[in-house]
């Protein structure tokens, strides 16, 4: 089974950017649906963004739709998740996520989670 370890995630001011990463190991990398979500202090777990196993298709959530681009390396078996136009609302932890289905969009379809790494922007 495959192992997520996330990195990059910190404190920015609202506006700035930062790049989050996911290394994957223990698996096949590119047969797995890949995807971010967060978690909001006294929230629920949400759907950031997902990519498909071949890196042609990704989707996101509404709030980050312009913002945040998803993107995977198979050599490196790593995913990215740049951020940009940071806001006050996207603090939370970050957690990379992986499936073998095609999509990766609710909780319940994750198979596989990465501890998670705290992004947090100031006002």
């Known amino acids: 089974q495959v192992q997520l370890v996330e990195s990059g995630g910190g404190l920015v001011q609202a506006g700035g950017s930062l790049r989050l990463s996911c290394a994957a190991s223990?698996?096949?990398?590119?047969?797995?649906?890949m995807g971010w979500f967060r978690q909001a202090p006294g929230k629920e777990r949400e759907f950031v963004a997902q990519?498909?196993?071949?890196?042609?298709?990704?989707n996101y959530g509404d709030s980050v739709k312009g913002r945040f681009t998803i993107s995977r390396d198979t050599a490196k078996s790593t995913l990215y998740l740049q951020m940009n136009s940071l806001k006050f609302e996207d603090t939370a932890v970050y957690y990379c996520?992986?499936?073998?289905?095609?999509?990766?969009?609710?909780?319940?379809?994750?198979?596989?989670w990465g501890q998670g790494t705290q992004v947090t922007v100031s006002s």
């Open positions: 990519i498909s196993k071949s890196g042609v298709f990704t």
């Open positions: 223990g698996g096949t990398f590119r047969t797995y649906t």
């Open positions: 996520a992986a499936s073998r289905e095609t999509e990766i969009l609710l909780v319940s379809t994750v198979g596989y």
